[in-house]
C-alpha cells in the first residue's frame, strides 16, 4: 500500500526532485575530489591524502569548513540579490535532471519538449552571474558578471544550434525518444552523423559551465576571482557547487543526445534494467575529459573567446544543419 501511496502525484515528484537534489549536491562534492585528483595527477603529485583513505573524505572536510565559516557580505551589497544569486545558478542546474533519462523507465519528467525545457531553465544560470556581480558592489564583481553574461549568452546560440541536427534526426524533442532512436549499437548513436555538431556541443558546454580555457567570468589573474570574489562560507560553496553540478549536466546530456544515453555500445551487453551503468560510464567519461582540459589548455582571452563562438561555431552549426537536412530531404 505504502508503495502505491509513492507512486501518486505530487509525492512521487516531491520525491524524485528531493533525490535529484541530493544527487546533484553529492555528485558536486564528488567532482571537488576528483578534480584535485586529475590535476594531481596531471602534475605528478599526490592531491588529497590525509582525511580519510587515499583522501576519500576530503569533500566531507571541505563542506564542514564551509558551514563553519562565517558568510561576509560587503556593507553596500544589495542583500537579497547578493544571497539569492547562488540560489539561483545551482536551482537550474538542479532542475533539469528532471528530465534526465537514467535508464530505461528511470526519467523523473519524460516531458515532449525536454530539449526546451532544458534551454530555458539553463538560461536562468546567466541571471544568478548578474545577480551576484550587481548585488556584490563590487568593481571587480561587476566586471566579472558583465564577462559572464557575454560569454553565456553568446554561447547559448551554438550550443542551442547544435542540438537542431539531432532534433532532425530523432523527429522529436522528447530525450527519451532520442536515446530510443538510438537503439542497435554505437554506429547508431548521433555522435557518427552529427559529428560536428557533436564537436560544438562539447566546447559550447565547456563555456556554459564557465569551465577552463572559457573561466573569463571568474579570471582569478586578472579581476581577483570575478563574480564571485565577496562570496564567502557556505554561499561561495554553493556557487562552486553549482558549477559542478553544470559539468555534470551538460556531461549527462551529452552523453543523451550524441552517444546513446543509457543504450550499450552493442547490443548484447544490454543489462536491462541495470544500463544506468552505461550511463554513468560515459557521463564520467565525459566530466573527466572537462577535468583533463582545465590543466592543459590555457584561458583564452575575451576578444579571442567571443570571436571563436560567433565567427567559427555558429557558421559551423549553420552549415552542417544545411547539409543535414539537405541529406534527410535526399534520402
Known amino acids: 500500500m ?8 505530487p509525492l512521487r515528484f516531491l520525491i524524485s526532485f528531493a533525490l535529484i537534489l541530493f544527487l546533484v549536491l553529492n ?15 596531471i602534475q605528478l603529485r599526490y592531491g588529497p591524502n590525509r582525511v580519510g583513505p ?20 560587503p556593507n553596500r551589497a544589495d542583500r537579497w540579490i547578493f544571497l539569492a544569486a547562488p540560489i539561483a545558478m545551482f536551482i537550474p542546474a538542479a532542475a533539469v535532471w528532471l528530465v534526465i533519462p537514467f535508464a530505461p523507465e ?7 519538449i525536454a530539449i526546451v525545457f532544458f534551454i530555458a531553465i539553463t538560461s536562468i544560470g546567466a541571471l544568478g552571474v548578474i545577480m551576484a556581480g550587481y548585488g556584490s558592489r563590487s568593481n571587480f564583481s561587476l566586471l566579472g558578471a558583465l564577462r559572464g553574461a557575454a560569454q553565456m549568452i553568446s554561447y547559448e546560440v551554438p550550443l542551442i544550434l547544435s542540438l537542431l541536427g539531432v532534433i532532425l534526426l530523432a523527429g522529436s524533442l522528447s530525450l527519451v525518444d532520442i536515446v530510443n532512436a538510438q537503439s542497435g549499437g554505437f554506429w547508431h548513436w548521433y555522435f557518427l552523423p552529427q559529428f560536428p555538431m ?21 579570471g582569478e ?3 581577483s576571482g570575478g563574480f564571485m570574489v565577496e562570496y564567502s562560507g557556505m554561499t561561495w560553496g554553493l556557487i ?23 543504450q550499450p555500445p552493442v547490443e ?28 592543459t589548455v590555457p584561458r583564452l582571452r575575451m576578444d579571442q573567446l567571443m570571436d571563436f563562438g560567433w565567427k567559427i561555431l555558429v557558421p559551423i552549426c549553420l552549415v552542417w544543419l544545411l547539409v543535414t537536412a539537405g541529406v534527410m530531404l535526399i534520402i
Open 198 to 218: 557533436f564537436v560544438v556541443f562539447y566546447i559550447a558546454g565547456l563555456a556554459e559551465a564557465r569551465r577552463v580555457p572559457f573561466d573569463l567570468p571568474e
Open 240 to 262: 562552486q557547487a553549482s558549477e559542478f553540478a553544470s559539468m555534470g549536466l551538460i556531461s549527462a546530456l551529452h552523453v543523451t543526445l550524441f552517444l546513446g544515453g543509457w
Open 2 to 9: 505504502s508503495l502505491d501511496i509513492l507512486n501518486h502525484e
Open 54 to 73: 587515499r583522501g576519500l573524505l576530503q569533500p566531507a572536510a571541505d563542506i564542514f569548513k564551509l558551514f563553519t565559516k562565517e558568510n561576509v557580505s
Open 221 to 223: 589573474s586578472e579581476i
Open 27 to 41: 555528485l558536486a562534492a564528488i567532482l571537488t575530489l576528483a578534480e584535485r585528483k586529475v590535476s594531481a595527477y
Open 106 to 112: 528511470a526519467v523523473v519528467a519524460d516531458l515532449n
Open 268 to 295: 548484447f551487453l544490454d543489462l536491462g534494467n541495470f544500463d544506468w551503468i552505461w550511463f554513468g560510464l560515459k557521463t564520467a567519461l565525459i566530466m573527466f575529459t572537462f577535468q583533463w582540459i582545465r590543466w
